[in-house]
């Protein structure tokens, strides 16, 4: 409630310059919402200046017309706000892979790494709305997996299921992809299982190598910070 007042003052009080420190990472979706709106009218339909401070790239990428990196308190690049977005990912790029730390017993199944991968093969954690997101397992098989399949679940920043597949077999290696124009902007992760349908889980990563998708250009790009869910799907309008 402190910071809805502190924000609401201070968005009334029609100052030059309205300096906005992570307002987003508090308060529920609407509050968010009206926050979000209240700042781009101040902007655009007054002409009065914003200093947004946030952790969330859509809505810099959505709000600001300009963009500054600062890496511990140093200014380390400044520019549009999709090159902005896009360096500061890249360095958290490692973010999308897991790599397992404990020993595994050799007569046990287990995930040993996963890697979240571009069209060029290379680890990546960041992909454009179009582009194909590929995941690529190594597993370690064992008598235990006679009968398992590995299942995979997306989920979305507030940790919810977004749809799931499943492999025919396992292999040691094998990789997953997932089409360009599946996901809307935003922030991912997974879900991995070794498992026996109905029967028993023998491994699971779970909320694990963070990717993000930027969309500046699709048909629901011009909603901006609005969200109008986690997939698109082939439709027809009659």
Request: aromatic share 8%; with cysteine.
């Amino acid at each position: 409630m402190h910071v809805r007042l502190g924000f609401a003052v201070a968005a009334h009080l029609e100052p030059e310059i309205l300096i906005v420190d992570e307002v987003l990472a508090v308060g529920d979706a609407e509050f968010q919402k009206k926050c979000l709106g209240k700042m781009k009218s101040v902007s655009t339909n007054e002409g009065r200046t914003v200093l947004f401070v946030s952790h969330n790239m859509e809505a810099i990428s959505n709000l600001c017309t300009r963009a500054l990196l600062i890496e511990h308190g140093t200014l380390t690049a400044s520019g549009l706000p999709a090159d902005m977005v896009r360096l500061h990912l890249k360095h958290e790029s490692t973010a999308a892979a897991y790599q397992r730390v404990t020993p595994v017993p050799t007569n046990s199944s287990a995930i040993l790494h996963i890697h979240v991968l571009n069209q060029q093969g290379q680890n990546s954690a960041v992909f454009d709305y179009t582009e194909p997101v590929s995941i690529r397992f190594a597993l370690q098989l064992a008598a235990d997996a006679a009968n398992a399949n590995l299942f995979v679940t997306f989920l979305d920043d507030r940790k919810r299921r977004i749809f799931s597949c499943e492999s025919a077999s396992l292999q040691q290696e094998c990789t997953l992809t997932i089409p360009g124009g599946i996901f809307t902007r935003g922030q991912y992760s997974i879900q991995a299982f070794i498992n026996v349908p109905k029967v028993k889980a023998i491994d699971e990563v779970e909320d694990a190598c963070a990717f993000s998708i930027i969309d500046h250009h699709s048909p629901m790009a011009k909603h901006g910070g609005y969200d109008y869910g986690s997939v698109f799907v082939p439709h027809q309008w009659q």
